[in-house]
Each structure stands twice: as structure tokens, then as C-alpha cells.
């Protein structure tokens, strides 16, 4: 027993879930275990967006210093809108407006990793010089964009069994994925060579170029993915919309214990992390603090929290 | 293997041509693309081109230009600034609440919010963490501290500082002047000073500076007291302009800024930043983005998209020019 629990804790992701437990217990401790379950279930359904693109960020980010993709929020804002009028409100365009939503965010990433590639430049600035002008795309195309999500697509974003949201289940799959690829495929173990060393994982005969390729492209999807389904959940697109998942995207995937230094990913950790960002919200809004408060002591925690799980050691 | 060379001899070029035109070519790209910028603004509104002209168009530059060097230090040193746009709201705040009210207990706030700048430099170094993140979370506290200091926008800039942001000097409009100032201030310090050079050397090779003997930790704490300093100074020349403040009036100034300094000729390692390059670049962005815009009679909307063309267009033109030196 003893064993099993000094492995668990030898895990860097379980941080982020015990974070997560404290910010639920302090929660329902407030509120005297009232809506303990609806505070859950809550959390879980807003957890799903932070995780999605978390991952795609993750893979990004394993790939080695410098690389993150700053373009998800404009994205997400962009997909939101091209998912929106594709489906056009009726339940039997659902698939087609998905699959827009995951064209318009994998040609986003093909176009960031063009930019990588074509102008040798930082992914920082290339993602960046794209999100610009993606949001300039996403404010021309979806200005006044009043168009609901077809009710039948709005439901199931929304659905619950048991109380446990069916987005949730599927997310929880796709990350179960997520983690199969990262450590068993071939591509994931590709990532994780880039990131550790892109010469060794060059000369060892690792395809880089089309290896960032992908992940680029997987990034963006995912980005387009998520800006469907938040129009979804949300009741309609919005140039805003993906705004918060710039920072929430960073933030869950080093949170969740992956190295910024790159070749070292951890998918479980995004769960843990994002769980904890959205219950901490929770808990300071039934704490009943104000917007400032609330930005203030999030602020806080993430400093705090990244303090004292520490950098990376230095390079033995 | 073949990209790995190539590479290594596009890098390597510069060193070993000696007198090497690409190399010029690179430093001046920076004012090639401003004074491109301005040609086209002259084509077509010759009337722009005068001194009420850049007074106008020029004017918010000064505070983007400042946030510009402001990041310029933090990547100096290999790090990122997240913050530096709502921090540049939150001094606003500051600036047109307290600092008017209370000048003393402004100034104090200010002078406190460079201290924590240094202070998270301090912590970055000791703790060895990621700045990226760090100053994620700072972005979110700062932004908390604008909402709790004004919830609505308002407040009034100080009366001498809206004289001092208003001054028409002769002949040369005040953005000009400033942007100069600014560059020159900025150039010396980090580029003439001997201090400055083992502040870029911090970035360009920390072992061989901590060996030399110089203290890596007060390296990366004076390069965010920098930092804080300048964007202290931005967010003062923000709300001398607009004289009044809002909790948000910052927040674009952190993609802002690091295009900026990547325009001017920077680079995110090695400690290789262009202090001139950086004002230059955000005099380019600043004009590019609206007054262009409006000769050309683009919407609005399209805005923010000719700030990321115009650092497409750079950063393609540098790998022309790098290619070209590598060929030679």
C-alpha cells in the first residue's frame, strides 16, 4: 500500500489533482457541502476546452524551447465563427460545421509551421504574425455573426450522464489517446526526441521536419476542434471567445507538470491542471470575491505554485 | 542533415566574410522597412507628411515605443515578459488615480511595482523557472490591481504630465524627438556602458559571465528593473496622451512589444537585441497599423492583421538577405 501510494506521489502530474481536491474541499467547506456535485460537474464541462487545446499545446511545447503556439485563441475565435455558419443552425449540417471547424484550425497550423519553416524564424513570432492576422480574418468574417448553434449540437455539448458530462467522457478517451501516442507511437516518441535533443533525434534518423509538421497541424486542429464545440456550449461564436485560452493553454500544460524545456510531456497533468485552474475560479466566486480579487489571487497561485514546483534542474 | 548544414553556414557566414554586405543589409532593414512605410504614407496623403502631420500619426508611438525596450531588456537575458501589456494598464491606473491625488503615495507605487519587477527577475534566476509562465501569472495580478484600483474606466492624467506629452517643440514634432531620446537613452546604456555589455553577455553566454565573477542573479534582476522602469514610463506616456485611464488600455502592447523588438533586428537568444532597431520597429507597427490603413482605405478591421503581414514581410526579407550572404 505504502508502495503504491510513494509511487503515485512520484508522479509529477498528481500535484495538480491534489491542488485541485484543496481548492474543491475549500469550496464545499464555504458552502457547507452545499452543491458540492453541481460544483464537479461544472468544473469537469468548462475543463474540457482548457484540455483540448492543452493538449495540442503540450505537444507543441515538448517539441523544445521556443516552440508554443501563440495563434489558439485567434483560432478558436476564427473556428467558432466558421463552425457557426457552416452548421447554420440546423441539426443535419452538425458534422459539416465539425468538420470546417477542423479544416479552418489545421490549415491555421499548416500555415504556422509554413511560416516556421520558410522564414527559419522562432514558432513564437510565427504563430504570433499569424494570430494577427487570423483575429483581422475572424473580425471581417464573423462581425454581427447572430447565428445559434443547431439545438441538437447545443444539447449534446451540454449533455450530462449521471451528472458526468458526455464531453467530458469523450475527452477523457481522446486524452487516454493523447497519452497512447506520446509514449507508445512512433510519433510521439518522435516528439519527445526533438525536444530532448534535435540534433541526436536528426542523426538518429527522426523525420524533424515533418514531425514538427504534424504537431503544428495537430495543434491547430485541436485549436478548431475547441472553438466548435465553445460555440456549442456557449450558444454562438464570438471573436472573444478563445481570448482566455492564450494563458490557459500555457498555463495547464506547465502546471501539469511538462517540461517548458521541452522532451519531457505529461497528458494526465493537463486534466489535473485544468480541473484546478476552473475549481479555483470556482471556489473564489463562492467565496463571492470581486472581478480584481479573483484575477489578483489567480495571478498569485500560478506564481506561487510554479515556484514551488521549480524549474527545470539545470543540464547534468 | 542537409538543413543542419546549411544552417551552420548561413550562421557561420557573417563571421567569415569580413566586410559583408548581407550583414549591412540586415542592420538597415529595420529603417528600410519605416522609411517604406513612410513613402507610402507620403503617396498617398503628401499632406500627412508634415509636422502636425506626425504629431498626430507618431503620438501613441511613444508609449508603444517605450513598452518596446521595456521587453528589449527581458530578452535580452533569454526571458519573455507576458505582463508587460496589463502591467502598462495597471501604471496607467496608477498614474491617472494616485499620482494625481496623491503624487507621493503614487510615486511610491510606481517606484514599488519596479521593485517587484526586480524582485521576479531575482526569483526567475534562483528558482530556475520558466519566465514565460511567471509572467503569465504577473499579467494576471496586474491586471487584478487595474480593476481594483479603477472598475470603471476614468481618472485624470496629471496636469504636468499632459503638458509634457503636449509640448510642441519647433521644427521637429515631440514623437520624433522622444522616439530619438528614447533610442539613444537605450542605445548607450545597454550597448556603450560596460555594465550593459555584461547584461547582453548575461544572455549570450551565462557561464562565461558567472565565471568572469559578475553576479548572474544581479544580471537578471537589473534586466527587470529595466523593464519595469520602461514600462512604468510607457504606461505614464499612455495616459499623458489619452489623460485619462482604463484597466484595459494596455493589454495589446504585449504582442505589441515583443514584434517590435523582433522587427528591430532582435533575436528571443543569446542576448543579441538592437536597442535603435527596437524604436524603429515601433515607430513601424505603430504607423502601419492605422494611418496606412486609413490612406489605403482598409477598414478598421484589418488593423492588426498589417502589424503580423508587416513582420511576415521583415522576417522573410532577412532570410533573402541571409541567403543572399550565404551564396555570395
Redesign the interface.
Known amino acids: 500500500m505504502i508502495g503504491v501510494v510513494n509511487r503515485l506521489f512520484a508522479k509529477p502530474w498528481i500535484w495538480s489533482f491534489l491542488g485541485a481536491l484543496l481548492v474543491w474541499v475549500a469550496a464545499i467547506v464555504f458552502t457547507g457541502g452545499y452543491g458540492a456535485g453541481g460544483m464537479l460537474t461544472a468544473a469537469l464541462s468548462l475543463s474540457v476546452f482548457t484540455v483540448v487545446v492543452g493538449v495540442g499545446q503540450t505537444f507543441v511545447i515538448t517539441l523544445g524551447?521556443?516552440n508554443?503556439d501563440?495563434s489558439l485563441p485567434a483560432n478558436i475565435g476564427l473556428a467558432s465563427a466558421v463552425a457557426m455558419k457552416a452548421m447554420n443552425g440546423d441539426d443535419s449540417m452538425v458534422a459539416v460545421g465539425l468538420l470546417a471547424a477542423l479544416g479552418c484550425g489545421m490549415a491555421i497550423g499548416v500555415a504556422n509551421y509554413l511560416?516556421i519553416w520558410?522564414?527559419?524564424?522562432?514558432p513564437?513570432?510565427a504563430t504570433?504574425?499569424?494570430?494577427?492576422?487570423i483575429?483581422?480574418?475572424d473580425?471581417?468574417y464573423g462581425?454581427g455573426l447572430q447565428i445559434k448553434p443547431p439545438p441538437g449540437f447545443a444539447d449534446f455539448t451540454n449533455a450530462q450522464i449521471f451528472g458526468v458530462p458526455v464531453l467530458a467522457i469523450l475527452t477523457v478517451l481522446f486524452t487516454l489517446g493523447a497519452g497512447i501516442a506520446l509514449h507508445r507511437m512512433v510519433y510521439g516518441r518522435s516528439v519527445l526526441a526533438i525536444g530532448q535533443s534535435i540534433?541526436a533525434a536528426?542523426l538518429a534518423g527522426v523525420r524533424v521536419?515533418w514531425i514538427r509538421f504534424l504537431t503544428y497541424a495537430l495543434s491547430g486542429t485541436l485549436g478548431g476542434l475547441d472553438g466548435a464545440l465553445l460555440a456549442g456550449y456557449f450558444r454562438g461564436a464570438n471573436v472573444d471567445i478563445g481570448n482566455e485560452y492564450l494563458?490557459a493553454s500555457?498555463?495547464v500544460v506547465?502546471l501539469g507538470g511538462t517540461s517548458?524545456?521541452g522532451g519531457k510531456a505529461n497528458i494526465p497533468g493537463v486534466w489535473g491542471a485544468a480541473l484546478f485552474l476552473v475549481l479555483l475560479l470556482t471556489m473564489l466566486n463562492t467565496f463571492g470575491v470581486?472581478?480584481?480579487?479573483?484575477?489578483?489571487?489567480?495571478?498569485?497561485?500560478?506564481?506561487v505554485v510554479?515556484?514551488a514546483a521549480?524549474?527545470?534542474?539545470?543540464p547534468r | 542533415?542537409t538543413?543542419?548544414w546549411t544552417?551552420a553556414a548561413q550562421t557561420a557566414s557573417p563571421e567569415i566574410g569580413g566586410f559583408n554586405v548581407s550583414r549591412l543589409l540586415r542592420a538597415l532593414l529595420p529603417a528600410l522597412s519605416l522609411t517604406l512605410v513612410l513613402l507610402a504614407i507620403a503617396y498617398l496623403n503628401p499632406r500627412a507628411i508634415s509636422y502636425f502631420g506626425f504629431t498626430l500619426m507618431l503620438n501613441l508611438a511613444i508609449p508603444i515605443a517605450l513598452a518596446t525596450i521595456a521587453q528589449m531588456f527581458v530578452i535580452t537575458g533569454n526571458d519573455?515578459d507576458?505582463s508587460i501589456g496589463t502591467f502598462v494598464g495597471f501604471v496607467g491606473c496608477v498614474t491617472a488615480t494616485w499620482l494625481r491625488d496623491a503624487p507621493l503615495l503614487g510615486a511610491l507605487a510606481l517606484l514599488g511595482c519596479i521593485g517587484v519587477y526586480a524582485a521576479l527577475g531575482a526569483?526567475i534566476y534562483l528558482?530556475?523557472?520558466?519566465s514565460?509562465?511567471?509572467t503569465?501569472?504577473?499579467?494576471?495580478?496586474?491586471?487584478?490591481?487595474?480593476?481594483?484600483l479603477l472598475?470603471k474606466p476614468g481618472g485624470k492624467a496629471p496636469d504636468w504630465l499632459q503638458a509634457i506629452m503636449g509640448v510642441k517643440p519647433p521644427f521637429i514634432p515631440f514623437p520624433i524627438i522622444a522616439a530619438v531620446i528614447i533610442a539613444a537613452v537605450a542605445y548607450f546604456g545597454l550597448m556603450r556602458t560596460s555594465y550593459g555589455a555584461i547584461l547582453r553577455g548575461s544572455g549570450g553566454n551565462a557561464v562565461a559571465i558567472g565565471r568572469a565573477g559578475w553576479s548572474l542573479l544581479k544580471a537578471k534582476a537589473a534586466l527587470f528593473a529595466l523593464t519595469g522602469l520602461f514600462g512604468v514610463l510607457s504606461g505614464m506616456a499612455l495616459i499623458g496622451i489619452t489623460t485619462s485611464a482604463d484597466a484595459n488600455i494596455g493589454n495589446g502592447y504585449t504582442?505589441l512589444s515583443?514584434?517590435g523588438v523582433?522587427l528591430g533586428g532582435g533575436e528571443?537568444?543569446g542576448g543579441r537585441v538592437s536597442p535603435i532597431g527596437a524604436v524603429i520597429g515601433a515607430l513601424t507597427l505603430a504607423l502601419a497599423a492605422s494611418p496606412l490603413l486609413t490612406f489605403m482605405h482598409i477598414?478598421p478591421?484589418?488593423?492588426?492583421?498589417?502589424?503580423?503581414?508587416i513582420?511576415?514581410i521583415v522576417?522573410?526579407a532577412?532570410?533573402v538577405i541571409s541567403q543572399r550572404g550565404a551564396e555570395r
Request: overall charge positive; aromatic content about 4%; proline content about 6%.
Open positions: 524551447p521556443g508554443v501563440l511560416l520558410a522564414l527559419r524564424i522562432p513564437i513570432i504570433l504574425s499569424a494570430s494577427f492576422i483575429q483581422s480574418i473580425i471581417s462581425r540534433r536528426r521536419g494563458l500555457i498555463a506547465v517548458v524545456a470581486s472581478a480584481g480579487v479573483r484575477l489578483l489571487l489567480t495571478g498569485l497561485i500560478i506564481v510554479i515556484t521549480g524549474g527545470p534542474k539545470a | 542533415m538543413a543542419a544552417a519573455l507576458l526569483l528558482r530556475n523557472l520558466p514565460i509562465v511567471v503569465l501569472g504577473m499579467s494576471f495580478v496586474w491586471q487584478g490591481l487595474a480593476i481594483l472598475p504582442l515583443i514584434a523582433i528571443f537568444v477598414p478591421d484589418w488593423q492588426v492583421a498589417a502589424n503580423g503581414a513582420l511576415i522576417l522573410a532577412r532570410v
